[in-house]
């Protein structure tokens, strides 16, 4: 009886490993099945049968092998082809998420939600996706696409009669003849009721109504007053000095009006510690304690709208008919027929046989000349003038926004100030990155 048990217990085992082994030699891997599945939902697929693919790739993508892209791409189709159907829309949505999120996404996930979201006029979501591929994979192809919609505007309408450009944040701006200030999507800051009004710095804005000087803030609180016999100043507000005309000349001033002792003929705006200044006839550039870096002995030294000339260690400075590079106050590289004065960063519009390029510091040409009139570049896009239209270019001289502005002035901030047909507007990019 013993041996029989024995000899049962013996043949069960065989038996149990006989089955194990036929089960491991029949079960097919995780691999074998998701391609089944693939198979048979591209059969279907091939008939316009989506419906049904639908539940065989949704089982295939719950598998892990390295063919789940290629899985999820085919269900993406199917979702595709039945977005007429309520519920699919969202999961094809559903789906690109959740591929976005992973750390492994390839290039190609990110350039299909872009164009899905451009498809569809989201042009923001779009751009954000792009950016974000581009930092995850550094696609060459991700960069085209980016770069080829980063620049992407609204246009913000304003009832203004004049815009200056931008500083600080902030612009002058002009209606019926008064002046007042907006922020640098044209939205109101200072109201449009002063005969005169600075750029915004220091907290505050320099103003004059009815023959009175005094500061303002951004709420429009006087914040201080001139009490000396003065009525004239210069627009040029930064670094806490603005110039204002006293006693026969013109004088450093601060924000609360304490008035510097040298007189100049004439005074730009301060911008990285330096300004154009004229004595004896003669341009120089000075620094915040009023000491030469520059020589008065230039005709002119090259001035924006705003009054300010110096950037980057950089002045351009006029003798006759040639306009010089000065460097750390000395002439460096080589001359021009005209420039523009360079921002805090980017190239400089310089011109030469009636065309306008860019040049670096160093006077090194990175843009040719080929515009007919040009800005220097307010962070990384530069105004030029094409025909008679205004648009915009990238550092790599490509056409960023095309010319449709009758005047566009530079960006800060993503936003920038253009004259249309319809009257003065600010476009803001959709996507901004210094």
């Known amino acids: ?68 892209y290629a899985v999820e791409a085919e269900l993406k189709r199917a979702y595709l082809a039945l977005f007429g159907t309520r519920g699919y829309r969202s999961k094809y949505l559903g789906l690109l998420e959740n591929q976005l999120s992973r750390n492994d996404t390839p290039p190609d996930v990110f350039a299909e939600a872009a164009e899905y979201y451009l498809s569809i006029r989201r042009v923001a979501e779009a751009i954000t996706i792009l950016a974000d591929g581009v930092d995850r994979t550094t696609s060459e192809e991700l960069i085209k696409l980016y770069e080829s919609n980063r620049y992407v505007y609204a246009t913000n309408r304003t009832g203004y009669d004049y815009v200056s450009a931008i500083h600080n944040g902030a612009a002058q701006v002009r209606k019926d003849g008064l002046w007042g200030m907006a922020n640098e999507r044209g939205s109101p800051m200072i109201p449009c009721i002063y005969e005169q009004i600075s750029t915004f710095g220091a907290d505050r804005a320099i103003v004059k109504h009815k023959g009175e000087i005094f500061a303002v803030d951004e709420n429009n609180n006087r914040v201080a007053k001139l009490h000396e016999n003065s009525t004239i100043f210069g627009q040029g507000f930064a670094q806490n000095r603005f110039p204002l005309y006293f006693d026969g000349g ?86 021009y027929d005209d420039a523009r004065p360079f921002s805090d960063e980017g190239y400089a519009a310089v011109k030469r046989n009636g065309k306008w390029g860019f040049v670096d510091t160093t006077g090194t040409v990175r843009i040719e000349f080929t515009f007919d009139d040009a800005l220097s570049f307010g962070q990384h896009l530069a105004a030029v003038k094409i025909g008679d239209y205004w648009g915009y270019i990238s550092r790599d001289g490509r056409l960023a926004i095309e010319p449709v502005f009758q005047i566009a002035k530079s960006f800060s901030n993503g936003n920038a100030p253009v004259l249309t047909d319809r009257g003065w507007n600010f476009i803001t990019l959709l996507e901004f990155r210094n």
């Open 1 to 68: 009886m013993k041996r029989g048990k024995r000899m049962l217990i013996a043949t069960g085992c065989v038996v149990l490993l006989l089955i194990s082994w036929l089960i491991a030699i029949t079960a097919k891997s995780d691999e074998e099945k998701q391609i089944e599945l693939l198979a048979q939902a591209q059969r279907l697929m091939n008939d316009g049968i989506y419906i049904n693919a639908v539940p065989l790739l949704e089982e295939a993508a719950e598998y892990s092998t390295k063919h789940n």
């Open 250 to 335: 013109w004088h450093r001033t601060t924000g609360i009006f304490e008035i510097g002792t040298a007189a100049f003929e004439e005074l730009g705006m301060y911008n990285q510690g330096y300004t154009a200044a004229k004595s004896g006839g003669k341009w120089g550039v000075i620094d915040l304690a009023s000491e030469w870096l520059v020589p008065a002995e230039y005709d002119e030294i090259i001035r924006d709208e705003l009054g300010r000339s110096y950037a980057q260690g950089a002045v351009f400075a006029k003798r006759g008919n040639i306009v010089y590079l000065l460097v750390d106050g000395k002439e460096s590289g080589d001359v």
